[in-house]
T-cell receptor
Framework: KAGVTQTPRYLIKTRGQQVTLSCSPISGHRSVSWYQQTPGQGLQFLFE???????NKGNFPGRFSGRQFSNSRSEMNVSTLELGDSALYLC????????????FGPGTRLLVL | GQQVMQIPQYQHVQEGEDFTTYCNSS?????IQWYKQRPGGHPVFLIQLVKSGEVKKQKRLTFQFGEAKKNSSLHITATQTTDVGTYFC???????????FGTGTRLKVLA
């Protein structure tokens, strides 16, 4: 089975712009979660989707949003980018039966200038 | 909210020495997972522990889940340079059901 894929892998944006990141889960996985990883804050939970419904949301401002499509692919959007949004954004998928184990993609490294 | 702390934050060991990282949650976890992230890589699932007091082994790695299901440990025997990376524990936050990662322990192995 192919693993979790994320596009793009690297991105450079300027303050005030918006960005959309994409994640394709492992085939058959219906749950997708997003995380932000920074050296100072570690791995912070953004949101979790299951069957196109947001199941859970972390403590991030409303500028961070996401969605999941009927094929389980997911996107996250960050509007009005700030310098502090520079981070590695990781997507993880899990199967319906074993929802605790997360399989991570390679991440999208976002740099905001 | 729930916090999952790991100690130590960093650990440098000589190759061949043992290494242990401890994971402590402020609340009870239904189960716990451990992940390893190599430098420049992404977290990779290692193991899941479910039962109170459970101990699991993977070659040189030994994982333990505390009796109260609030703490866990990962012990590596005779470290190798391939063990370099950051080790994270993770689990579901009781109540909100958010998946929370521990703060991580970065291991460096000196040859």
């Amino acid at each position: 089975k192919a693993g979790v894929t994320q596009t793009p892998r690297y991105l450079i944006k300027t303050r005030g712009q918006q960005v959309t990141l994409s994640c394709s889960p492992i085939s058959g996985h219906r749950s997708v979660s997003w995380y932000q990883q920074t050296p100072g804050q570690g791995l912070q939970f953004l949101f979790e989707y299951f069957s196109e419904t947001q199941r859970n949301k972390g403590n991030f401002p409303g500028r961070f949003s996401g969605r999941q499509f009927s094929n389980s692919r997911s996107e996250m959007n960050v509007s009005t980018l700030e310098l502090g949004d520079s981070a590695l954004y990781l997507c993880a998928s899990s199967s319906h039966r074993d929802q605790e184990t997360q399989y991570f993609g390679p991440g999208t490294r976002l740099l905001v200038l | 909210g729930q916090q999952v702390m790991q100690i130590p934050q960093y650990q440098h060991v000589q190759e061949g020495e043992d290494f242990t990282t401890y994971c402590n949650s402020s609340t009870t976890l239904s189960n716990i997972q451990w992940y390893k992230q190599r430098p420049g890589g992404h977290p990779v699932f290692l193991i899941q522990l479910v039962k109170s007091g459970e101990v699991k082994k993977q070659k040189r790695l030994t994982f333990q889940f505390g009796e109260a299901k609030k703490n866990s440990s990962l012990h590596i025997t005779a470290t190798q340079t391939t063990d370099v990376g950051t080790y994270f524990c993770a689990g579901r936050e009781s109540g909100t059901y958010k998946y929370i990662f521990g703060t991580g322990t970065r291991l460096k192995v000196l040859a």
